[in-house]
């Protein structure tokens, strides 16, 4: 019940994917989060001044730099959304290989006896699989909050619903790793989260403000599920 314990496993997962037994299989979930967040810091950056330039009436631009900040709340918020679910799909055989080789760091054995990339590419269908329907689980749900932005009185609590629920999503898409390598699948997976509500949710709602760090959000995903690998075999899995 330690509302804290999510943040301890995000350090933790800090430490471990820094041994050197782990840093090659962090090195893909990398370099897919680099090139995916530079290009889109890169893209949005460059094409801000044109799109300024076309929307804004001849002698207002000076209101350029009230809205660079607007601009940046809102890049922040794309990126996170968008770029972490495209390089969760990307990576999703790599960062179950990740989940196994964290798990034999711990525990000095793993469920499956190949550690490999071979192993991974052979497992991409299924991964791909796991990670479409969490994006459904993701729209079926985040729809009817972004409606609720737009419902007067009711919208005072839709940022903080908002909040819960991004945390939420995190500690389900990370968890999934360990959990699906020990055989639970995606029912069985929410019922398990859900006796451990506090502490995924402090978790997720970790990983959510390193997400939205620059250049920290680089080494998340990795740091994530090594974090969350290690939660749930010191304390989820635990009888």
Not at 22 to 27: E, N, S
Not at 103 to 109: C, P, Q, R, V
Not at 211 to 216: A, K
Request: charge should be positive.
């Amino acid at each position: 019940m330690n509302p804290f314990i999510g943040l301890t496993y995000v350090i933790k997962g800090f430490n471990l994917i820094r041994r050197p037994g782990l840093r090659r299989f962090v090195l893909i979930p990398l370099l897919v989060n680099i090139t995916l967040f530079s290009g889109g810091i890169w893209l949005a950056s460059t094409y801000f001044d044109a799109y300024m330039a076309e929307i804004l009436p001849e002698g207002f631009a000076w209101l350029e730099w009230l809205l660079w900040p607007i601009f940046a709340v809102t890049l922040l918020l794309t990126m996170f959304y968008t770029f972490t679910l495209l390089a969760n799909l990307i990576c999703a055989p790599f960062n179950g290989l990740l989940a196994e080789a964290v798990e034999l760091e711990l525990k000095g054995k793993i469920q499956s006896s190949d550690i490999s990339l071979m192993q991974a590419l052979k497992d991409t269908p299924k991964s791909l699989w796991s990670e479409v329907r969490k994006l459904g689980y993701f729209l079926s749900r985040a729809i009817p909050l972004l409606i609720l932005f737009l419902i007067p009185v009711l919208n005072i609590a839709a940022p903080f619903l908002w909040l819960a629920f991004s945390a939420a999503l995190l500690a389900r898409e990370y968890f999934d790793y360990p959990m699906a390598n020990h055989g639970q699948n995606f029912q069985q997976q929410r019922q398990t989260l859900k006796q451990h509500r506090l502490s995924s949710l402090s978790f997720g709602g970790s990983i959510m403000l390193l997400t939205m760090i620059p250049v920290v959000n680089f080494i998340v995903m990795p740091l994530a599920v090594a974090g969350a690998t290690a939660m749930y075999l010191e304390r989820i899995s635990k009888p």
